[in-house]
Nanobody, 114 residues
Framework: QVQLVESGGGLVQPGGSLRLSCAASRDIFRAFAMGWYRQAPGKQRELVAS???????YYADSVAGRFIISRNNAEATLRLQMNSLKPEDTAVYYC????????WGQGTQVTVSS
């Protein structure tokens, strides 16, 4: 059974930083590229960053230069270092395979507000 557990969200002021973590089941982590997605209120879920098994990395234009994605294959963990946060980064953040498998964890809420 696929398991995805996200953590590390919270309330932060604009310009601040947060680091998100995702613990994934090893079968999905080994087989697929992994990514961080986010869903803001009233908007569709979007992919913001991904890292392939060969370490090819993708960032959405909206986060490039501010977010850093990394994966630890031995621990089956995925992280997202988020710097220079903006109010528009406010969303629930999820990790999943890329493309996603339709099964989502509970996500972690990130709120950027003064």
């Amino acid at each position: 059974q696929v398991q995805l557990v996200e953590s590390g969200g919270g309330l932060v002021q604009p310009g601040g930083s947060l680091r998100l973590s995702c613990a994934a089941s090893r079968d999905i982590f080994r087989a697929f590229a992994m990514g961080w997605y986010r869903q803001a209120p009233g908007k569709q879920r979007e992919l913001v960053a991904s890292v392939a098994k060969g370490d090819f990395i993708y960032y959405a234009d909206s986060v490039a230069g501010r977010f850093i994605i990394s994966r630890n294959n031995a621990e089956a963990t995925l992280r997202l270092q988020m710097n220079s946060l903006k109010p528009e980064d406010t969303a629930v953040y999820y990790c999943n395979a890329v493309p996603d498998n339709g099964n989502w964890g509970q996500g972690t809420q990130v709120t950027v507000s003064s």
